[in-house]
């Protein structure tokens, strides 16, 4: 939840923080791992196999920046600019209850008896045998 609005901050984190966030995941990190309250964040993190938060909270940070905002932003030595990655995919404009399959796919057999039969094979050979199709 601190990460969904990670990017609503001062941009980027304020040392004062990525201390927050240190501190938030190393309560949470000591509670799930059991260890003892000497051990070190950078030793729980890696014993959990996770990130530090202020990282995580950068990353989102970014990606708001660039795909919701369209705005450029720099991470890491690295450049981010909203012209190169995708934009929305469109959804469907029609509703499910008026689509009509005769309309969109033909049911008339469309075979020439002149023409050879095509057979696509395909590359991948699992128990010794071989996909196919016309």
């Not at 959990?48 to 708001?64: I, M, N, R, S, T």
């Not at 450029?72 to 399959?101: C, I, N, R």
Request: charged share 25%; aromatic share 12%.
């Amino acid at each position: 939840m601190v990460l969904h609005v990670s990017a609503a901050w001062v941009y980027p984190l304020s040392a004062k923080q990525e201390r927050q966030f240190i501190s938030l995941q190393r309560k949470l990190l000591l509670n799930i791992s059991g260890a003892y309250s000497t051990t070190t964040t950078a030793a729980l993190q890696v014993i959990e196999g996770l990130l530090p938060l202020h990282f995580k909270a950068d990353q989102e940070a970014v990606y708001v920046r660039v795909k919701r905002f369209g705005k450029a932003s720099h991470l890491k030595d690295q450049d981010y600019d909203p012209k190169d990655f995708e934009g929305k995919v469109s959804t469907v404009k029609f509703h499910p209850a008026s689509f009509d399959l005769e309309d969109r796919v033909s049911f008339v057999h469309i075979f020439n008896r002149h023409e050879p039969i095509n057979i696509y094979l395909v590359g991948s050979k699992i128990d010794d045998r071989t996909g196919c199709a016309f």
